[in-house]
């Protein structure tokens, strides 16, 4: 089973940007649609964007486009979602997922990682 490591949250402020990174050691994420996620507390997951294996991308909330951007660097085998103009409102619990296909039904997606927090606060 292909296991998802996440990095890049941490603390930032309102207006800010992080980088963040999925990773899977030992398989080939080119092989699998990427998707981000996140999960702020009280609240349902939500999706962000992905990266399918044609190379396509889609954001699943118009309002992300245009701050977040993702991209896949196939020699790092590394999905990156970057996040700028942050808001408090994007505070979550930032999770990648691997698929057949950037699904609009998020339980298709296979593995998760653990995920990273992203906190965006003054």
């Known amino acids: 089973q292909v296991q998802l490591v996440e990095s890049g949250g941490g603390l930032v402020q309102p207006g800010g940007s992080l980088r963040l990174s999925c990773a899977a050691p030992?398989?080939?994420?080119?092989?699998?649609?990427i998707g981000w996620f996140r999960q702020a507390p009280g609240k349902e997951r939500e999706g962000v964007s992905c990266?399918?294996?044609?190379?396509?991308?889609?954001y699943y909330t118009d309002s992300m486009e245009g701050r977040f951007t993702i991209s896949r660097d196939i020699a790092k085998n590394t999905v990156y979602l970057q996040m700028n103009s942050l808001k408090p409102e994007d505070t979550a619990v930032y999770y990648c997922?691997?698929?057949?296909?950037?699904?609009?039904?998020?339980?298709?997606?296979?593995?998760w990682g653990q995920g990273t927090q992203v906190t965006v606060s003054p």
């Open positions: 997922a691997n698929g057949g296909d950037c699904y609009s039904d998020f339980s298709l997606f296979g593995s």
């Open positions: 990266f399918s294996t044609s190379g396509s991308v889609i």
């Open positions: 030992g398989f080939a994420l080119y092989d699998y649609a």
